[in-house]
């Protein structure tokens, strides 16, 4: 690289390094410039329809929706940064609306068992997917293709419909809040903030980054990395299986079909990638998911504003997870360049 | 060793592998080895690819198990069961191929599994603070901030982010695997200097190395591995370059270079750049003749990789013009490269050249699918048997054309490279490190292999970060520097010529007038 050029390339990285470094991960930014984008030009098409973008019951109603989103999204934002991928989370959600109703049966009583039951089976779901992984080295794609089609598989064998139900004292979970803030906004925010400082700050998020940088260099670094990729998985079945009882607190019920309905799996995946995390591993971070996230939900609040037909409304966000993942890899290749 | 810093209570050698022995899915390729170092010492491990260094010293580092004999420290039996234990108890390794991430910074890297921590939380200020201050010890803190990212660093830098961490590690026993193969002389010459002082820290040092010269340069003892055994171990100043090579390859190896062409063996001009730039290179303007050789130096960045590219359309030209016997053309891709019978083997053959898990026969066909059918009746290479007939020419020794090639060695895998090009029928050919870890016996074997193309009406261009190759192989050379052409040289110029003109500094040597002079 020639004296010129790469000095300069040096100060724009320095630059780079120095905003990522605000925001709290590498190449967040452009994702929020896009949000800003997104929410200002929806704001004046709402206003330009009559309607106020910004009205406070507008706000609350696009957090509550990228709740249960967001939640999965900051897991698999985990599986993904560590180099793998989980595609059973949205039948895990299910699974879990379903263990929630049946345990809690109705009973106020019973809202703790089941909340603890649901969390152990989320963390056992994660342990599988992550012993499936590193033991018996299995794609993740495939590991997790298997058991999220295993989980369909007991699902239907069992359960028709809605099962079970949700005392109402379980409700403040998805109607609750705390002055004018959404219990589960509060929710989404603590779980956001969990999985960011444990990126960030903490020793597994450290090796996590290593272990989906490159798992041989982490490996010869000293690092165990089957524990560190079986960890991530717990955390995202743990993160799928809060989702699940967020939605069955809505729900007031079980419902076998409610995380595939909600095309979890894929649309946590295309949240994470928007957000800038690269799907090979070992790049990005949970605030750019959580941008990725909030975009999906604003496009999808202005649709619905709009009464965009659902078919269109697929096609275009289509069209925006390809174009932001195709801009990510513009900017790379242009850094690598320079 | 009278003055070892590091106790050796009972005057055991700090480091012994007594019969080591490993087996790979039923096949041996250690054989019983046993290699000692002490502290303060360096002990340079030899010999030729696949001859078993690198598993030994897996096995040393507990990435490898081994299936017999014995690791002692400090005359005490040790066992590793994964690097972390290696690593705990003293010994580090340095992989030639780094195990940096290139995403990550300095620190992170440094500390990657160890991180300093309070409770579960990343210590991150200790953590920069620990590794500057282990920079500064390798007098290199100026150049490498703890904060940077690894992937901005140079290969040079990485190399000592990479001693960095292992002297975090508190290493007693430092191994290094082929450390100067990616850096430039004076690079290399750094790392010697830095290798130096971890010696007078007492450090005890396994270096492998291919190149014969800093071995001598470094080592106090030397160890010849070949085929998984040990066939000796000499005291430096009893060794000689010639009978090394002997025991590494078993037979006597004179390395000579094929002769350089004859001028009337130098054709016309194949290939013209005027004024080419992208942006790495700068107004660059080179002729290819055919026949001729021409050697490409220059120091890592100094866009000696970026030519090549540029000219096979992998990263084309921005700016000047490119002739082709003549004709002005623009290459904007391999393919429109490879149409227009120009080959480039490059320096990286498992991720550039080959794909390593097909075999010799559909990656010798890889190049034939960039022509279309039309093409390649045209040139008339619509025999099935063309493989077969130019891994014959090339005397690729692989048991079937179905093997895979990633079970062949270096120099073979190469040949399969070559291969490759040679299907398309080439006028061109761009040699990017032809010989890059490639043992010392094949070596020659792929030189005569690249004058035997020239001498047969190819233009050559070969880039090497080797000087001897530079000079022994080419009819004319020319030096990058930063981007620019710093000049050309006649063949046989001297290594000092050359350096002067890649580095812009030293003594003004003979042919220093001649800068001017060239393209």
Redesign the interface.
Known sequence: MSAGSSSAGREKVGMLSRVRGALGSSSAWPIYIALVIVVVSSAIITAANGDNFFAPANIRDMLVRSVALGIVSAGQTLVIVGGSLDLSVANLISVATIVAATVMGGDPGMVVVGVIAVLIMGAAVGLINGLIITKLRVNAFIATLGTALIMRGILDANFQGASGSIPREFGFLGYGSVGPVPISVILLAAVVAAVWFLLRGTRFGHRLYAVGGDEETARLSGVRTHRIIIGAHVLCSLCAVITGLFIASRLRAGDPYVGSAGGYDLESIAAVVVGGTILAGGRGGVIGTIGGVFILAVLDNLFNLLEVNAFLKDVIRGVIIIAAVALYALQRRGKGAS | MSETPNGTPNGAPLLQMRGIEKNFVGVKVLHGVDLECRAGEVHAVVGENGAGKSTLMKVL?G?HQPDGGKVLLDGEEVSFR???DA?KRGIS?I?QEF??????TVA?NVF????P?RG???DRREMDRATAEILGDLDADAAIRPGK?VG?LSVAQQQTVEIA?ALSLNARVLVMDEPTAALSTTEAERLFEQVRRLQERGLAILYISHRLKEVFELASRITVLKDGQRVGTLVTEEATPGGLVRMMVGRDLDHYYPPRAEPEDIGEVRLRVSGGGT????DVSIELKAGEVVGVAGLQ?S?RTELARAIFGA?PFDEGTLELGGRKIRIRSPRQAIQNRIGFVTEDRKAEGLIPVRSVRENGRLGLRALGSRARRERGLTGQDLVEELTRAVELRARSLEQEVRFLSGGNQQKVVLTKWLAVKPEILLFDEPTRGIDVGAKAGIHELIRKLARQGMAVLMISSELPEVIGMSDRIVVLR???IAGELPAGASESDIMFLATGEGDVGEHAGREAEGS
């Open positions: 580092a990435a994964h690097t972390q690593q390794i992989y195990n940096l991430l290139p995403d990550r992170q990657l599994g160890r991180e921590h579960p939380l990343v990212l901005d961490k942006d790495v290179l700068r960045g866009g990263d930063n981007g620019d």
